[in-house]
T-cell receptor, first 115, second 111 residues
Framework: DTEVTQTPKHLVMGMTNKKSLKCEQH?????MYWYKQKAKKPPELMFV???????INESVPSRFSPECPNSSLLNLHLHALQPEDSALYLC??????????????FGSGTQLSVL | GESVGLHLPTLSVQEGDNSIINCAYS??????FIWYKQESGKGPQFIID?????DKRQGQRVTVLLNKTVKHLSLQIAATQPGDSAVYFC??????????FGKGNQVVVIP
């Protein structure tokens, strides 16, 4: 299994809603990532988890709250988002971090629209 | 041909021709580089990678060239097919556990 699975594929939410994005991988990877991608732009790193601990937070607003319940799962909890947060949210995984040659494997993303 | 403006740089190529996509990177300390392909509605898909101790690496129909002197990376696709139509991103590992993506290039294959 070389897949990273993300749900839901599409999400529409209001600014007062609370929702969660989910990501799952069964490749035994110990590093998992959240990226945000605006249309026609490259992915931008948000968070990195290594061995289920938050390793990197790229100064992301607190309305985005990541969670890594176990080595296979990664969640992104959303609360009080703004319309400018509308984007494609990508999850990725790799064997680990800090080693040269780490390939990231990406899911298909959740297309989020905030109304 | 190529066009640059408010949209992604776009390379239009005839089916069966070779494609060359270029990327300039900024960090001379970067030691690992990856090319990703992203089709509409999908996440980035790994194509090929290269370490900084190499200057060329070949895969199936793809070749990556690395010129560290001018900090330039290129991806060559042989015998381009309609399925190669996508946005291509280069990415560099800049040594901070972060993979930094380049701006992206749109490839359009003309049947």
């Amino acid at each position: 299994d070389t897949e990273v699975t993300q749900t839901p594929k599409h999400l529409v939410m209001g600014m007062t809603n609370k929702k969660s994005l989910k990501c799952e991988q069964h490749m035994g990877h110990r590093a998992m990532y959240w990226y945000k991608q605006k249309a026609k732009k490259p992915p931008e790193l948000m968070f990195v988890y290594s061995y289920e601990k938050l390793s990197i937070n790229e100064s992301v607003p607190s309305r985005f709250s990541p969670e890594c319940p176990n080595s296979s799962l990664l969640n992104l909890h959303l609360h009080a988002l703004q319309p400018e947060d509308s984007a494609l949210y990508l999850c990725a995984s790799s064997h680990s971090i800090g080693t040269v040659g780490e390939k990231l494997f990406f899911g298909s993303g959740t297309q989020l629209s905030v109304l | 041909g190529e066009s640059v403006g408010l949209h992604l740089p776009t390379l239009s190529v005839q089916e069966g021709d070779n494609s060359i996509i270029n990327c300039a990177y900024s960090n001379s300390a970067s030691d690992y580089f990856i090319w990703y392909k992203q089709e509409s509605g999908k996440g980035p898909q790994f194509i090929i990678d290269i370490r900084s101790n190499m200057d060329k690496r070949q895969g199936q129909r793809v070749t990556v060239l690395l010129n560290k002197t001018v900090k330039h990376l290129s991806l060559q696709i042989a015998a381009t097919q309609p399925g190669d139509s996508a946005v291509y991103f280069c990415a560099e590992n800049n040594g901070n556990n972060r993979l930094a993506f380049g701006k992206g290039n749109q490839v359009v294959v003309i049947p």
